[in-house]
């Protein structure tokens, strides 16, 4: 307990070597404990300078950070830890080290999504010490260590699995994301390559990752990899589909146009084509054809709102002056898709207001916070500022937003309770088809169950969690 003698004796042992880093690590934790947070992050920061990949240093940097309320940054802080380290997940339930200061917490074990995959890495640990044979053990340890960010390890792992089962299409392809994920893209090219030469069929994993790069900006990597889908199934529709919407968003319209319109082609009543080749005729000023495409969607969607806005298009436009109703008052879903979309669809009408709405007084006295999200409406702009810029959102001004938001596609969020340490909710929007929930109240749950009937238990979630999911 003499921390200020500590300070003295390590800042001692930096001088001598100041590439120490469990010196420089515990010298943080020193500081820490004094209250001295600034410059414990600054050890935490020259540790890390010198290894990147000390994983302590990672953790006990994210508890500052969680501790002054900076969740989102802790959390990555925390990932990354445990990615290194997963047994780390476990280490405020062991004895203290005695060759250094540690700073352990339950914090990270008690977030589910780094948790669940870190105590599933410790378990195939055991299942592969006893049995290194398996490729699929190596694959899936190689999955959850992609999910905790540790791409070095869950190269190994497919490398291993690869050893074992070198025709191994699927293997080849997730390493090659992996790779992608590092930078490295020429490797990653040919894993992508021979996993194709294995298996001929597998345009789906080029139209994945073309839409995976057209959410980043990454334009150029979106089109050769969708391209790339098309040479593979050249008679496949959501290829050129998803190709276009690439197009459209770099603001290539022409071939956007030709896109979609080959998508007509090989499916006449695909009612998102005729919606994305009108707004891409629009965009190209050429108000006739955008008119007929139009029609033709109406004819083809039952899409309630879809429908209402684009008449309200059409009853407003004024043929002589293009300034009716601009673009994004009539935005429809933009998903894209590896899937045709079906035509029957559910109920628009729930979304991520009514949910918030019918989980009580408890959300208007919590913290949210929103990653990852896609949505439209009048108030997307006003969720974005703070989704986009990792800022928390007081309760009453989150339920405010999302009384405007019409659509929320995709999106993270979770709400804490005032002063504590984990959410006591967390909300994925899926793909605009519903919503998966895990909370630590079982009250909460049993209110869902009762407000919608649509709820459907779902397991796998890290206890005291509860996993539920609510379809649109």
């Given at each position: 307990g003499k921390y200020h003698e500590a300070i003295a004796e390590l800042f001692r042992a930096v001088?001598?070597?100041?590439?120490?880093?469990?010196?420089?690590?515990?010298?943080?934790?020193?500081?820490?404990?004094v209250g001295e947070e600034d410059r414990a992050l600054a050890c935490y920061e020259t540790a890390l300078k010198i290894d990147p990949i000390y994983a302590e240093a990672h953790y006990f940097r994210a508890n500052i950070l969680y501790g002054r309320g900076?969740?989102?940054?802790a959390i990555a802080g925390y990932t990354m830890a445990i990615g290194l380290k997963p047994e780390l997940i476990r280490a405020h339930e062991e004895p203290a080290p005695q060759d250094r200061l540690t700073d352990y917490s339950p914090s990270p074990a008690e977030m589910y999504r780094i948790a669940k995959p870190a105590y599933r890495i410790l378990a195939l640990n055991k299942s592969l010490e006893t049995d290194p044979g398996q490729a699929d053990l190596f694959k899936e340890?190689?999955?959850?260590?992609?999910?905790?960010?540790?791409?070095?390890?869950?190269?190994?792992?497919?490398?291993?699995?690869l050893e074992i089962r070198p025709?191994?299409?699927?293997a080849l392809h997730s390493r090659g994301v992996v790779f992608e994920?590092?930078?490295?893209?020429?490797?990653?090219?040919?894993?992508?390559?021979?996993?194709?030469?294995?298996d001929a069929q597998r345009s789906n994993d080029y139209i994945n990752r073309g839409i995976a790069f057209a959410q980043t900006g990454n334009y150029r990597q979106a089109l050769a990899s969708l391209t790339e889908s098309i040479r593979l199934a050249p008679k496949n529709p959501d290829g050129y589909f998803n190709r276009g919407m690439a197009y459209f968003q770099q603001g290539n319209i022409q071939n956007a146009i030709a896109d979609f319109s080959r998508v007509i082609q090989l499916s006449s009543n695909d009612e998102d084509a005729y919606y994305w080749r009108g707004l891409s005729y629009e965009e190209a000023g050429r108000q006739p054809e955008a008119?007929?495409?139009?029609?033709?969607?109406?004819?083809?969607?039952?899409?309630?709102r879809a429908r209402r806005a684009i008449e309200h298009k059409l009853r407003q436009w004024d043929v002589s002056r293009r300034e009716g109703a601009s673009r994004r008052n009539a935005a429809r879903d933009d998903r894209q898709r590896t899937d045709p979309v079906p035509l029957g669809k559910p109920d628009q009408d729930f979304d991520l207001h009514a949910l918030i709405v019918a989980l009580g007084e408890r959300v208007l006295d919590s913290i949210w916070l929103g990653s990852g999200v896609?949505?439209?409406?009048?108030?997307?702009?006003?969720?974005?500022a703070f989704t986009d810029h990792n800022r928390p959102i007081e309760g009453r001004d989150f339920l405010s937003i999302t009384s405007g938001i019409r659509q929320t596609i995709q999106g993270d969020f979770q709400a804490f309770d005032p002063g504590a340490n984990s959410p006591w909710i967390f909300l994925r929007a899926w793909d605009g088809s519903g919503f998966y929930i895990e909370t630590n109240d079982p009250k909460i749950k049993e209110r869902l169950k009762a407000q919608f009937p649509s709820a459907e238990e779902v397991d796998g979630a890290s206890p005291p969690y509860e996993g539920l999911f609510l379809r649109i």
């Open positions: 001088e001598e070597d100041p590439d120490d880093v469990v010196a420089h690590t515990s010298l943080g934790v020193a500081f820490h404990r900076s969740v989102r940054e340890r190689a999955a959850e260590y992609y999910r905790l960010r540790n791409y070095a390890q869950a190269i190994a792992d497919y490398t291993s699995a025709e191994d299409a699927g994920q590092m930078g490295q893209n020429e490797r990653a090219l040919e894993d992508f390559q021979q996993a194709t030469a294995i008119i007929a495409d139009y029609r033709r969607f109406l004819v083809l969607s039952k899409d309630a896609d949505c439209y409406g009048e108030k997307a702009e006003e969720l974005y």
